[in-house]
């Protein structure tokens, strides 16, 4: 185990470790049941107990940690060990499952509730880069919960009754929430990690992370895009002009589009100091761009490595004024143009080819004067 920490089990648990055990509990508020047939301990570096769970027959009981050490993972390793023992417990998934019934908010909508396990053999990679025999396996739990709506209605016919009677199905809609446990880190388990999806990027369901996994999540793609906007704004003030957003949103964009037809398996990334060098080549002063890469630092942690499609939407580039939106495609970005014409703030784009207004051609005063 890491940070010097050591896995005791006991089956059952006697003697001078039934002692501490019971002590350990007792310090925790609880008392040790009966009937149990394994216990798992965690100890400290000191050969105290740390932490402490016990599985009588399918069920989970006697779960505690010492409070100086909660947030440390110690409850994984403990539920962990618990699943070596009994994969295939029942009152174990009913747990879980009750824990995110009674946490989940889905606006009143009925859903079906997934939980599925098994096991990936991890191939070797070779000298050569070619998959070997596996000498390794991956036991992870998959869990998803996807709403039902409701079908339209069908006449059905039913041979038993010999009749047809009008029926309106429950349809399954994708899964709006989810999560894999332990993550899959560097080909090999982490039970300190898990993956957890949430279907929109602004509606990551805290509440079932708070009873599941009672840990602080990352930020979401939608906290993320908001902080670097904030970031960007707040650092370059009047440095942040459009040529300058037009520059980053075209540099983040070519980035993607190149890992995308590379096929890189890794996944893009980029840090604060790699957009500080997009805008120096924008001619925003150094004292700017070392202000904007110091609260990036702030904001998302020194040297957090960042997904540029979590910040920026690589689909479309949008002006926004109180009267009008204007929205391009990325690759036309660079026709945008600003100008002060008598003391006036104009967005221009050049208008070469036709142009249409409600799918209706319409003509430039220039082009009627040439005709006439």
Do not use: W
């Not at 993550?183 to 599941?212: G, T």
């Not at 100008?339 to 209706?360: F, Q, S, T």
């Amino acid at each position: 185990m890491e940070y010097g920490y050591s896995l005791e089990v006991a089956s059952p648990p006697a003697g001078r470790v039934l002692e501490e055990l019971k002590a350990f509990l007792t310090g925790a508020g609880l008392g040790f049941a009966s009937g149990i047939e394994h216990t798992a301990l965690v100890r400290d570096g000191g050969g105290r107990i740390a932490a402490a769970a016990s599985l009588a027959g399918n069920v989970v009981k006697c779960v505690a940690v010492d409070p100086a050490l909660q947030g440390e993972g110690l409850t994984a390793t403990l539920l962990t060990a618990l699943r070596d023992c009994r994969l295939k417990d029942r009152e174990p998934r009913q747990a879980l499952y009750q824990k995110i019934i009674d946490s989940l908010e889905l606006e009143g909508a009925n859903y079906l509730l997934l939980l599925a396990c098994d096991v990936y053999d991890v191939p070797r990679r070779g000298r050569d880069g070619q998959d070997q025999d596996s000498e390794e396996v991956f036991p992870y739990l998959l869990c998803c919960v996807c709403p039902l709506k409701m079908g339209k209605p069908e006449l059905n016919y039913f041979p038993g009754d010999n009749e047809f009677h009008c029926a309106v199905a429950q349809v399954v809609s994708p899964p709006e929430l989810g999560f894999l446990f332990p993550a899959f880190d560097n080909r090999s388990a982490n039970i300190y990690n898990a993956l957890f999806y949430a279907r929109k990027p602004d509606q990551i369901h805290q509440e079932v992370i708070d009873a599941v996994f009672r840990t602080e999540p990352p930020m979401s793609a939608a906290e993320q895009r908001e902080t670097f906007q904030n970031v960007l704004v707040e650092s370059l003030e009047d440095s942040f002009s459009v040529e300058v957003a037009q520059a980053v949103h075209e540099q983040l964009t070519g980035r993607i589009l190149q890992h995308k037809e590379s096929k890189d398996p890794e996944p893009l990334a980029l840090t604060a100091r790699d957009v500080g060098a997009i805008l120096q080549d924008c001619g925003v002063v150094q004292e700017r761009v070392e202000g904007f890469q110091s609260l990036c630092d702030q904001r998302f942690g020194a040297g957090a490595a960042l997904s540029p499609s979590n910040l920026i939407d690589a689909s479309r580039f949008e002006l926004k004024t109180a009267q009008a939106t204007v929205s391009l495609p990325p690759e036309s970005s660079y026709l945008v143009e600003t100008r002060i014409i008598d003391g006036k703030k104009y967005i221009l784009i050049p208008a070469e080819e036709d142009v249409e207004v409600n799918g209706l051609a319409v003509r430039f005063p220039e082009e009627e004067k040439a005709d006439a």
